[in-house]
């Protein structure tokens, strides 16, 4: 008795989220990345977002420019700045949300809401990010390695994770066999 792939859910599932991650990293590595400013734009953009946090919070920061990151400087305490690169911009948790909801059976009217939602919450919990590691760095710099790599992992993953498991349990509407 041969499987149906059309039928078993999972498994169409992960062939159409695989098949379109593999479409969005040839269209990354052969296109945006190639021929566009985008990653730059939205490191510059994640910069400017939490200089206006920190003006909020009544500190000063100051945005330079290096030839591939952005870098970013609290002026005071130890001037310490930290570099917003493309690895670190989100833009790859943005395609990896948008295929899961893609890929994932529900209305597409929705999806056309949800996406930009989820897209702007990962944005949002990025740039908190970055406010957070530039007073960790500039304050306790010591303990700028294991909150870059786990804490505020955790956190920008958790968010990702919340928002597909309320498109999947409360949004999405799929009915199970």
Known sequence: MPL????????????VAAVL??????????GISQHTNWDFHLNDNIAFLAQIGFDWMGKSAEIVYE?????????????????IGDACNGFKLFSIFTIFII??????KTKLWYIPIGMLSIHL??????????????????YLDFNHLYTFTIFVYSIIFLFWYIWAKRIAHVKTN
């Open 103 to 108: 890929a994932y059976p529900g209305p597409w």
């Open 21 to 30: 991650y593999l479409i969005w990293l040839i269209i990354y590595h052969l």
């Open 125 to 142: 919990a990025n740039v908190i990010r970055v406010i957070a590691l530039l007073l960790i760095n500039n304050y306790y710099p010591q």
């Open 4 to 15: 149906d792939l059309s039928q078993n859910k999972i498994i169409r599932f992960l062939i």
């Open 67 to 83: 030839t591939d990151h952005v870098v970013l400087y609290l002026n005071e305490g130890s001037f310490r700045g930290i570099w």
